[in-house]
């Protein structure tokens, strides 16, 4: 149903990226049940198991421009050690009720993402909301092992649209 990459008012992942994944999901819930957790980044850890802290850096409706920084467990891999990854995303673009994207460096103890870039979209469909999702990841680092790395950002991704899912469905 994705005629060319997806965009959220023109902007989308980074296109020469090595790491790169996407997923989409169906949520039986309302839109804005949906939206508003995903928006609601201070209130993240109480739903998603792997966001371990989150701070806004400002104020207000979450909106383009807005940061906020957060830590995630990061497992071992082959070429990295376990870690906790501190992110700082800056909102790059936002339309409400359908999409947002963000940004920024992770870094941890011997794990260094350079940039991430993370676009969400919801959609209304039949029944529910079909939330898109899809990840850049670039730097040194992270591109030594794509493939390790590939599937890292792809169980993130899951877990998160899963964790949505469940969280959206109980609520309504």
């Not at 209130?43 to 207000?60: A, K």
């Not at 870690?83 to 260094?112: F, N």
């Amino acid at each position: 149903h994705h005629s060319g990459p997806s965009t959220c008012r023109g902007e989308g992942v980074d296109p020469d990226a090595r790491i790169r994944y996407q997923s989409d999901i169906v949520i039986k819930a309302p839109l804005s049940t949906v939206w508003k957790l995903q928006t609601d980044v201070e209130n993240w850890p109480s739903w998603q198991p792997p966001v371990l802290t989150m701070e806004r850096l400002d104020h207000g409706p979450f909106r383009k421009s807005s940061r906020f920084r957060w830590t995630t467990p990061a497992p071992a891999t082959p070429t990295t050690p376990a870690t906790t990854l501190e992110i700082t995303s800056t909102v790059r673009q936002l339309q409400r009720g359908h999409c947002i994207l963000w940004s920024g460096p992770a870094l941890g103890e011997g794990l260094r993402i350079d940039e991430g870039v993370h676009l969400w979209t919801f959609e209304k469909v039949k029944g529910g909301v079909r939330v898109h999702t899809e990840e850049t990841w670039t730097g040194a680092q992270v591109e030594a092992d794509v493939p390790t790395a590939t599937a890292a950002l792809g169980a993130g991704l899951e877990a998160w649209l899963r964790d949505l899912k469940v969280t959206a469905e109980a609520r309504t």
